[in-house]
């Protein structure tokens, strides 16, 4: 099975940006669905972005749409989530998961593998 590491998380001002990139260990993962989650201290994890394998399809909470862009460099085996003009609201972890398209893009239940988590922190 693929791991998953997060990085790119960390403090950003309120209307900053920032960018996560999720890694991944095998090659399985250039055939996979990406998905990125948050969670916030108390609250669900949410659905926040997902893509297709090849890019072709990409989905957003409507929360960070217009905000946020999915992307993935499957040579490199490496997704991103490029956050921009970041409110409050999303100060979370964020998670990201993989899986082979089996429908529910959107949900935590379709996603087999995880990462660990990175923290973004919003301030003022």
């Known amino acids: 099975q693929v791991r998953l590491v997060e990085s790119g998380g960390g403090l950003v001002q309120d209307g900053g940006s920032l960018r996560l990139s999720c890694a991944a260990s095998e090659r399985t993962f250039s055939t996979y669905v990406v998905g990125w989650f948050r969670q916030a201290p108390g609250k669900e994890r949410d659905f926040v972005a997902a893509i297709s394998w090849n890019s072709t399809k990409a989905e957003y909470a409507d929360s960070v749409k217009g905000r946020f862009t999915i992307s993935r460099d499957n040579a490199k085996l490496i997704a991103y989530l490029e956050m921009n003009s970041l409110k409050s609201e999303d100060w979370a972890v964020y998670y990201c998961?993989?899986?082979?398209?089996?429908?529910?893009?959107?949900?935590?239940?379709?996603?087999?593998?995880w990462g660990q988590g990175a923290q973004v922190t919003v301030s003022s």
């Open positions: 998961a993989a899986n082979y398209d089996g429908g529910g893009i959107q949900r935590r239940w379709a996603y087999a593998y």
